[in-house]
């Protein structure tokens, strides 16, 4: 039976990027050897390196001035890595989810955090807005897609102090001012390759302003200096995520995939905003392309378990919602396929008509 993946993470690639990757595994552009077999200082290792970034420049319309760097630990790891590098004294934090508060946490061990605005006393459904952000920060940091509970900034703020976003599940779902961030990260596992690897696009002026001695491997400088390749980086998850962004090239670009994330996301909300049993947990000028959260109505939540029932019957996998949010949450990162948007959309309405 076909699957109609919409897991949050790992999730959904394009099928194409696989099925190169699992070539490359295998020999890498006919070169004999495995790309996991093969020095990361090879010219062929480099030259997959120097393609990644180059499309991440292309793409993403990174301006000069940046860089793009790859490194492990995952996004949780940048929660450390931002405050250690650039909390000098005090930093501004908007606290939009679980996230965002993770990275709060790791903030505080390193300065005063001045959290401008919490959306926590309705569970995370909406964005804040009318917040304004201290002049005396040292930066502002805002998770963009809040994979949990589905709610979205889905444009590039003004900020008078240094700008930085997580957007481990929106990067390349939509064009960005990249002028506006001074730092812009993610894991790559939600919309751009496997778990392993994390990007970092950087603007060059953050960095030699910290005044406190940062261990090499968590220091920044580090990684621009010899770009991504300190250490070994995560070889395969690099790769994959070249192949991803290849895919996107060869659709056009990051337009056309908004274009195409816009049509899904309005599928599904126009299903749930006009059933009579599903209703969406999101404030409507909040809500997010790429995670869809809703629930049954109070009356009928009863049958949350059985129309779980009928979608694995059809094929769905992942769209149970988060344990803080309950109810369903259907994934809608850039390579799951309208398809499998209206298969949902058809199972929800199958089960509309006999349930409610
Ligand atoms: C998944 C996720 C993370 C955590 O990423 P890891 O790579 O597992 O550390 C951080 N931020 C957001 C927005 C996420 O969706």
Same mark, same amino acid.
């Given at each position: ?15 194409? !990027? ?6 490359? &595994? ?76 993770? /990275?709060? =946490?790791? /903030? ?44 979205? &900034?889905?444009?590039? &703020? ?42 970092? &696009?950087? =603007? ?32 395969? /998850? ?67 378990? !059985? ?39 058809? /199972?929800?309405?199958?089960?509309? =008509?006999?349930?409610?």
């Amino acid at each position: 039976m076909k699957k109609h993946n919409f897991s949050a993470g790992p999730s959904i690639l394009p099928r194409i !990027a696989l099925e190169n990757s699992a070539k490359a &595994i295998l020999d890498l552009n006919g070169i004999g050897l495995s790309l996991l077999e093969i020095s990361h200082r090879s010219k062929d290792f480099q030259a997959v390196l120097d393609e990644t970034v180059a499309l991440f420049h292309e793409l993403l319309n990174i301006p000069a001035g940046y860089q793009v760097i790859f490194l492990g630990g995952g996004a949780s790891l940048q929660f450390c890595m931002i405050p250690y590098n650039f909390l000098n004294r005090k930093a501004a934090y908007l606290e939009t989810g679980v996230w965002a508060q993770k /990275a709060i =946490k790791e /903030a505080k061990f390193f300065g005063e955090v001045d959290v401008v605005a919490s959306s926590g006393d309705r569970n995370f459904c909406y964005i804040p807005k009318g917040y304004s952000i201290p002049a005396d920060a040292d930066y502002f940091h805002i998770t963009t897609n809040n994979t949990i509970y589905g709610s979205e &900034i889905r444009y590039d &703020i003004d900020s008078p102090v240094p700008l930085i976003a997580d957007m481990s599940s929106d990067i390349l779902s939509r064009p960005i001012d990249v002028s506006k961030y001074s730092m812009i990260y993610g894991g790559a596992q939600k919309n751009l390759g496997p778990a392993g690897v994390t990007f970092v &696009i950087l =603007k060059e002026d953050m960095l030699g302003k910290a005044e406190r001695k940062i261990p090499t491997m968590l220091n920044y400088a580090t990684h621009t200096k010899e770009p991504s390749l300190y250490n070994t980086p995560p070889v395969f /998850a690099i790769y994959t995520c070249l192949e991803t962004l290849r895919w996107i090239k060869g659709l056009g670009g990051v337009k056309v995939i908004e274009a195409m994330n816009n049509a899904k996301a309005k599928l599904l909300y126009d299903a749930i905003d006009n059933s009579r049993m599903f209703v969406g947990t999101v404030d409507k000028d909040s809500r997010s392309i790429m995670n869809i959260c809703f629930v049954m109505k109070e009356q009928y939540q009863d049958k949350e378990d !059985a129309f779980m029932e009928l979608a694995k019957t059809k094929g769905m996998i992942g769209i149970k919602g988060h344990r803080s949010v309950g109810g369903f949450r259907a994934s809608t990162y850039n390579a799951l396929p309208i398809e499998s948007v209206q298969a949902l959309v058809d /199972a929800m309405q199958e089960f509309e =008509k006999t349930n409610a």
